[in-house]
């Protein structure tokens, strides 16, 4: 058989099958490998692979851009919902609006709103009114045009200024 396996001692049938795996993946004696097949991937075989994640990542990318500005959106929204509330409460309690968020108990906003948006109240005393404007700054403005500046008012009317602000409101 050629070459003497470093595993045959004593004729062993054993020792034997156990060259012949060796062989059989390519280690012989004096770790030279045997002439076989050639294992790995042709340059074709690489660049299609290369296509297809190419055209997975050309699909994907602008999805989830799209999927994390609506959920920046959402969180916004979510947020002038609850200042309403609060606005709401605080109506029955003192007989105006608050002025401000501070006065409904919010120092800080959201952490998941405050990246993404400038939270901002407005109310009047006569008639008792108020709005909630969500103005998106860094990178969500730059992504969100479609809806822009969100309001929301004591009514419950509810606004977008972007671009095609019907979808924009959940």
């Known amino acids: 058989m050629g070459q003497s396996c470093p595993t045959v001692r004593h004729g062993h049938a054993r020792a034997l099958a156990s060259c012949r795996l060796f062989r059989d993946i390519g280690i012989t004696s004096g770790n030279v490998r045997s002439h076989g097949p050639a294992h790995g991937f042709t340059l074709i075989e690489v660049m299609i692979t290369v296509a297809i994640i190419g055209i997975l990542a050309a699909i994907a990318i602008p999805s989830y851009t799209r999927y994390i500005t609506q959920g920046n959106r959402t969180a916004a929204e979510s947020f002038m919902f609850e200042v309403a509330s609060m606005q ?16 409904l ?32 700054v860094n990178g969500q403005a730059n992504q969100d045009t479609a809806c822009g500046v969100l309001t929301l008012n004591n009514t419950g009317d509810k606004t977008a200024a972007g671009t095609t602000p019907s979808n924009c409101w959940k």
């Open 88 to 103: 709401e409460r605080y109506l029955v309690d003192n007989r105006a609006y608050g002025a401000n968020l501070t006065a």
């Open 105 to 136: 108990g919010y120092t800080t906003l959201p952490a998941s709103v405050a990246p993404n948006y400038q939270i901002t109240l407005t109310a009047t005393a006569a008639p008792p009114a108020y709005l909630i404007t969500a103005t998106p």
